[in-house]
């Protein structure tokens, strides 16, 4: 297939895909679309290495037979993180409420709830599936290894569960940190703001150099783009359309023509 299409079309379905996500949540999580819209464009440009790739790991899995203990210990490591994930994404969710309803006096309408608890559940979905996968990894190499890691987890649980973070932790560290914060602010700007902005343009230089050179990482960027600009016109076809020809545009005259950069499959 022609590498050109194959880049269109991975970034057409990203972006579409992606949009679709970010008009289904609450305004204030729209970015959550451009996450999906990159992790499509990604997977979406090698389907067929992504096919050999799921075959295989299902091909390791069929000889694997976890035992009851290992389920234990996955799905204890899923509640501890949910409890710990729910403290932050709540937070989230509870400042999306505040400034929703900032000036009005009525209740919220039906669709912004509808909105806020799917967007609450997006985020402490992704957070625990992500924390878990990566337990589940570790797990598998060490059993020893994954008991502390399980053993952190309860821990962290304990602390930052909603009702004592937000009802002891947080106003204990005000209390004890508040006052040092002024000085530590000024020598940051004074000394290491200068150096810190310099890395940051050498970081940002070689991610974009990067992103040019593989053409996954291309993908995906372009379909999170197009994702931005269909969810700011409220059109998934508009963010399609946009995004493939982000990555034609890309692949064509920033890789080829201006970086002399041949990407990588």
Not at 29 to 43: E, H, K, N, Q, R
Not at 91 to 96: S, W
Not at 136 to 142: G, V
Request: charged share 10%.
């Amino acid at each position: 297939m022609n590498r050109t299409f194959k880049v269109f079309f991975a970034c057409s379905l990203g972006a579409f895909l992606g949009t679709c996500v970010a008009l289904q949540v609450h305004h204030y999580f729209w970015w959550t679309g451009m996450i999906v819209g990159f992790l499509v464009g990604y997977v979406s440009y090698e389907v067929k290495t992504v096919g050999t790739a799921m075959k295989d790991s299902w091909t390791s899995l069929h000889y694997w037979q976890p035992d009851f203990s290992w389920w234990k210990d996955v799905a204890s490591y899923a509640y501890y993180q949910s409890i710990t994930i729910s403290t932050f994404v709540g937070a989230v969710t509870g400042l999306m409420v505040l400034l929703s309803q900032a000036g009005s006096t009525t209740y919220p309408h039906h669709s912004t709830a509808y909105q806020i608890v799917f967007s609450f559940v997006l985020l402490e979905g992704i957070g625990v599936l992500c924390m878990t996968l990566g337990f589940i990894s570790w797990r598998r190499k060490s059993i020893e290894d994954g008991r502390q890691i399980l053993e952190n987890a309860r821990s962290d649980a304990w602390e930052f569960n909603p009702v004592r973070f937000y009802g002891f932790t947080i106003w204990a560290f005000l209390v004890k940190n508040l006052w040092k914060a002024v000085p530590k602010v000024f020598m940051f700007c004074k000394t290491t703001l200068p150096n810190f902005c310099k890395h940051v343009g050498v970081f940002c230089y070689t991610v974009f150099r990067m992103i040019h050179s593989e053409m996954l990482l291309l993908c995906g960027t372009d379909a999170a783009l197009g994702t931005i600009i269909g969810y700011w016109t409220g059109n998934a076809v508009v963010g399609m359309i946009v995004g493939g020809l982000f990555g034609v545009l890309n692949y064509e005259i920033v890789s080829k023509r201006i970086l002399h950069i041949v990407p990588a499959d």
